[in-house]
């Protein structure tokens, strides 16, 4: 692995849908400076009709305090709606970053998709 | 401007950049710090450690300091070696005080839009210190010997 070029790769946000769950991936790096971008995207993906959302965190390298503050903004925004933000498998360093931030006592992770589908369901 | 004692570096010999007002402006710097780790082949975490630390310093530079005005710049020097890195980043704004910030952690700031950026270059950072001003930090990393 080539540190510089992988924890600078674009910024990717992919979306697919699991029922009335947004799956957004989001891979790359979240740096300098596409934490608007992604704060964009997450906002306009969480409406009333589909307020809760599955982040695939499990090609995100990098991520900064931008990036955090769009994942904070996106819970907000899908609570205000009785919605909720879960994250799947983030990397090791981003696991490590949110855990230090508390940030996971916002956004549940999980080890897998189907777990972090059930929990939506329970 | 003079490097922290500490810190280990003769200020004459860092490199010097000064960029515009800008996020984007801001890649300038780290793409040439980038280069410098991966020339001394630093490992992924430290990389990464010093990519956040940057990124956070250049962030409160632009949009704290500077206050997004464009007619001002950010002045970033740095000293990259195979045992530690030294950056310094430099805004023109009347500074701030680091100890007021409140601890992002706090449950009452969990949810707050910012004032992350403090706590993560202390957090990744073998060292930060700020001037009396409050309008410049410098950065340290130190290198963990590899087993």
Redesign the interface.
Same mark, same amino acid.
């Given at each position: @692995?080539? &540190?510089?070029g992988?924890?600078?790769g674009p910024l990717k946000i992919a979306v697919e849908a699991a029922g009335s769950i947004n799956i957004v991936c989001v891979s790359g790096s979240t740096?300098? &400076?596409d934490g608007e971008a992604l704060r964009q995207k997450l906002i306009e993906l969480i409406q009333p009709q589909n307020p809760s959302v599955l982040l695939d965190l499990s090609h995100l390298t990098?991520i900064?305090?931008?990036g955090?503050?769009a994942l @904070?903004?996106a819970?907000?925004r899908a609570r205000a709606m009785n919605g909720e933000i879960r994250a799947v498998q983030p990397t090791e360093?981003v696991a490590r %970053?949110l855990h230090?931030?508390?940030?996971d006592?916002?956004i549940p992770t999980h080890a897998t998709r189907e777990h972090a589908l059930e929990a939506f369901r329970a | 401007m003079q490097a922290p004692s500490e810190f280990g570096v003769d200020t004459s010999q860092m490199q010097e950049l000064v960029v515009p007002n800008t #996020?984007?402006g801001?890649?300038l710097p780290?793409d040439r710090i980038?280069?410098e %780790?991966?020339r001394c082949g630093?490992?992924?975490?430290t990389?990464?450690a010093i990519?956040?630390a940057l990124?956070?310093a250049?962030?409160n530079a632009v949009k704290h300091g500077n206050k997004l005005d464009s007619c001002k710049c950010v002045t970033v020097r740095y000293d990259v070696t195979p045992q530690r890195v030294v950056i310094m980043v430099r805004d023109q704004g009347c500074g701030f005080r680091p100890e007021e910030v409140p601890d &992002?952690?706090a449950e009452e700031n %969990?949810?707050? &839009?910012?004032g992350?950026?403090i706590? #993560?270059m202390q957090?990744y950072m073998t060292r930060v210190q700020y001037n009396e001003a409050g309008n410049e930090v410098w950065l340290l990393k130190e290198r963990e010997a590899q087993a």
């Amino acid at each position: @692995v080539n &540190p510089r070029g992988f924890f600078s790769g674009p910024l990717k946000i992919a979306v697919e849908a699991a029922g009335s769950i947004n799956i957004v991936c989001v891979s790359g790096s979240t740096g300098l &400076p596409d934490g608007e971008a992604l704060r964009q995207k997450l906002i306009e993906l969480i409406q009333p009709q589909n307020p809760s959302v599955l982040l695939d965190l499990s090609h995100l390298t990098f991520i900064n305090s931008a990036g955090i503050g769009a994942l @904070v903004a996106a819970h907000q925004r899908a609570r205000a709606m009785n919605g909720e933000i879960r994250a799947v498998q983030p990397t090791e360093s981003v696991a490590r %970053l949110l855990h230090l931030m508390k940030i996971d006592t916002l956004i549940p992770t999980h080890a897998t998709r189907e777990h972090a589908l059930e929990a939506f369901r329970a | 401007m003079q490097a922290p004692s500490e810190f280990g570096v003769d200020t004459s010999q860092m490199q010097e950049l000064v960029v515009p007002n800008t #996020l984007s402006g801001a890649k300038l710097p780290e793409d040439r710090i980038m280069a410098e %780790l991966a020339r001394c082949g630093y490992e992924p975490d430290t990389v990464f450690a010093i990519k956040l630390a940057l990124e956070e310093a250049m962030t409160n530079a632009v949009k704290h300091g500077n206050k997004l005005d464009s007619c001002k710049c950010v002045t970033v020097r740095y000293d990259v070696t195979p045992q530690r890195v030294v950056i310094m980043v430099r805004d023109q704004g009347c500074g701030f005080r680091p100890e007021e910030v409140p601890d &992002p952690t706090a449950e009452e700031n %969990l949810e707050r &839009p910012n004032g992350r950026g403090i706590m #993560l270059m202390q957090s990744y950072m073998t060292r930060v210190q700020y001037n009396e001003a409050g309008n410049e930090v410098w950065l340290l990393k130190e290198r963990e010997a590899q087993a």
